[in-house]
């Protein structure tokens, strides 16, 4: 999604011009063991939209399965376990922007990512993972023209005004089991710390029904607008939208539009750097409707295109992958502007005087957070985060929403 490297660019450009219907990524697993050769994940297919995403799951992976169970292959889903080990039961993966085919998704393109096996012989990873692609090429070739239709199908359900998702969690009201083929585990004194350590014997090979959840639910939704606003200055984001063939325009005069805005009301930082970034997470806006005046020169971008989900994913700062999570807008953290308390405290004391609601409004606020009430600086500085004096730039997200 943050398109950090020449080569992820060229990758993007790459399936842009492509517009692949069906796309593979393929990988080697670590974590537990168990007899599999081969898993997979297919992008999470509540996510990928119902008309697409049902195809997916109801008919193309199950297809896929009993294709590579005629070759003698068994697969199971990533195992992407509840607990240490597979038997406590596992989950489907949730792809977000920043996994390929999280990002195909966006694109109406169903995805799948091939996970064979580290611990088992290279040959047969080779060999499985080619088995993978050859049934997937065989199941498009023989179904292009519906996957073609339902593509065209998905796109129709993200209109503007209609709900889109933005964050998503297991639905453990819908846990299923998993006949799964694994090895009995256990614990042994470690030989290289203090410890135990888990360990699966390949001796001791089971099958039995494991907890599964596929079904995702949404937690967090956003009404899609008609279209976003981008100052101008922004043009490495501009970049990436030409880079995701994304259509815009840009403002012929100054103008005044109404427009919803949002102030980052708050989020999370990750301690140590991740892909080159300090990661944002938990990120929670308020917003209000607003005349806002632009700039002749800034972008307006319609969401009734293409690639309207990765603009949804892209600008809305909650998003778990949005570009405000990935610091595309850190300056607006920075507060630049600042007060010296022994000066600011008489024009304080002026601002309460003239404005009761105010006044009114910090008595309140004091009494009902003790804590508050005890910090003297605390007190200043919420005045002067209620005045005029305050700088608008601070948390203040620069990307508007036209509705």
Do not use: C
């Not at 994304?246 to 991740?274: G, H, W």
């Not at 944002?280 to 409707?289: L, P």
Request: overall charge positive; charged content about 25%; aromatic content about 16%.
């Amino acid at each position: 999604m943050k398109s950090d490297t020449r080569n992820t660019k060229s990758f993007v450009e790459i399936f842009q011009k492509i517009n692949a219907d069906v796309f593979i990524d393929n990988h080697v697993s670590n974590g537990s063991d168990y007899q599999y050769k081969l898993t997979y994940i297919m992008t999470q297919h509540n996510k990928l939209g119902t008309v697409l995403g049902d195809f997916m799951n109801n008919e193309m992976m199950p297809a896929l399965v009993k294709y590579l169970q005629n070759k003698k292959i068994e697969t199971t889903p990533y195992v992407d376990s509840f607990k240490d080990t597979p038997d406590k039961g596992f989950g489907q993966f949730v792809d977000s922007p920043r996994y390929t085919t999280g990002y195909t998704s966006l694109f109406n393109t169903i995805g799948f990512v091939v996970e064979t096996h580290m611990l088992k012989k290279y040959a047969e990873r080779v060999k499985m993972t080619y088995e993978y692609t050859k049934s997937t090429l065989d199941f498009t070739d023989a179904n292009y023209q519906k996957i073609k239709e339902l593509r065209v199908k998905n796109l129709e359900q993200y209109q503007p005004k209609k709900p889109y998702t933005l964050k998503w969690e297991l639905d453990s009201t819908k846990a299923t089991t998993f006949s799964f083929l694994g090895y009995e585990a256990g614990y042994k004194k470690s030989d290289a710390t203090t410890g135990n350590r888990l360990y699966y014997d390949r001796s001791k090979p089971y099958k039995k029904d494991v907890p599964y959840i596929k079904e995702f639910k949404s937690v967090k939704d956003v009404v899609i607008p008609s279209a976003y606003i981008i100052p101008r200055g922004y043009w490495n984001i501009i970049d990436l939208l030409k880079n995701n063939n994304i259509s815009f325009k840009q403002l012929k005069n100054d103008t005044i539009i109404a427009v919803e805005s949002y102030r980052i009301a708050d989020f999370k930082t990750v301690p140590f750097a991740y892909e080159g970034h300090y990661l944002h997470r938990n990120t929670t806006v308020t917003s209000k409707i607003v005349k806002m005046a632009f700039a002749k020169g800034d972008y307006f971008v319609p969401t009734n295109q293409k690639g309207v989900k990765y603009l949804l994913e892209a600008f809305e700062p909650e998003g778990v992958d949005s570009f405000f999570n990935w610091n595309f807008f850190d300056p607006i953290l920075q507060q630049k502007e600042h007060y010296s308390e022994y000066i600011f405290e008489d024009t304080a004391a002026k601002l309460l005087k003239d404005n009761p609601a105010l006044k009114a409004e910090l008595a309140s606020k004091k009494q009902n957070d003790l804590e508050f009430a005890k910090n003297s600086e605390a007190q200043l500085d919420w005045i002067y985060k209620h005045s005029v004096y305050y700088e608008k730039a601070h948390l203040q997200y620069p990307v508007y929403r036209v509705l």
